[in-house]
């Protein structure tokens, strides 16, 4: 059983396309993540939900948008893609949020690798 | 602000050589840390994690790491090398009160010869 899943695992489009990358969890986990990992690897957050609600948002350009329809599920959609946008995004899940939960692990989806021709 | 530095960007090892990957932290408030490791092409796995209990923490597949406050490191270590090991490492840091968010540093690979 996947524990957490995100469709496409590639995506290769042009510059001022939009597009959206899906994640889906199986772990009855309250929490969602999207982080984007460079080309140096580099993994940061993006964005996170707790139940539906945002709880945080890097400062990403606002041409990423999240959306969660459920607890289960954590969208991410992309306007007017940038050559810089090229990276994998990560979706991940944890049980919990602050304080003693602050220590739950976060479940990793296997990464989309996005390509901005 | 919360951040991790890990030295070395690529580490080799032989096969049954110990592993010695490091990972220095800084945090204003008594920090959570983590390991993870990445196989190509997938994503990220918990190896194992410091919850202020025991300062030397036992994962999976023979990793340990020990938390050391002075030094302010989380060091991951392995005895012995094996060839599946060969992976890129993240240390990561989080902590606090209010939302749990991951801080991870930039990554170690580790290459494991025969």
């Known amino acids: 059983d996947t524990a957490v899943s995100q469709t496409p695992k590639y995506l290769v489009t042009q510059m001022g396309n939009d597009k959206s990358i899906k994640c889906e969890q199986n772990?009855?986990?309250?929490?969602m993540y999207w982080y984007k990992q460079d080309s140096k690897k580099f993994l940061k957050i993006m964005f996170s939900?707790?139940?539906?609600?945002?709880?945080i948002n890097e400062t990403v350009p606002n041409r990423f948008s999240p959306k969660s329809p459920d607890k289960a599920h954590l969208n991410l959609h992309i306007n007017s893609l940038e050559l810089g946008d090229s990276a994998v995004y990560f979706c991940?899940?944890?049980?919990?949020?602050?304080?003693?939960?602050?220590?739950?692990?976060?479940?990793f989806g296997p990464g989309t690798r996005l390509t901005v021709l | 602000a919360q951040s991790v530095t890990q030295l070395g960007s690529h580490v080799s090892v032989s096969e049954g050589a110990l592993v010695l990957l490091r990972c220095n932290y800084s945090s204003s408030v008594p920090p959570y840390l983590f390991w993870y490791v990445q196989y190509p092409n997938q994503g990220l796995q918990l190896l194992l994690k410091y919850t202020s209990a025991a300062t030397l923490v036992k994962g999976i597949n023979g990793f340990e790491a020990e938390f050391k406050k002075s030094e302010t490191s989380f060091h991951l270590t392995k005895p012995s090398a094996h060839m599946s090991d060969a992976a890129e490492y993240f240390c990561a840091v989080s902590g606090g009160t209010g939302f749990q968010k991951l801080v991870f540093g930039t990554g170690t690979r580790l290459l494991v010869s025969p």
């Open positions: 772990l009855g986990h309250d929490t």
């Open positions: 939900y707790n139940n539906k609600e945002l709880i």
């Open positions: 991940a899940s944890s049980r919990g949020l602050a304080g003693v939960l602050t220590t739950d692990t976060q479940y």
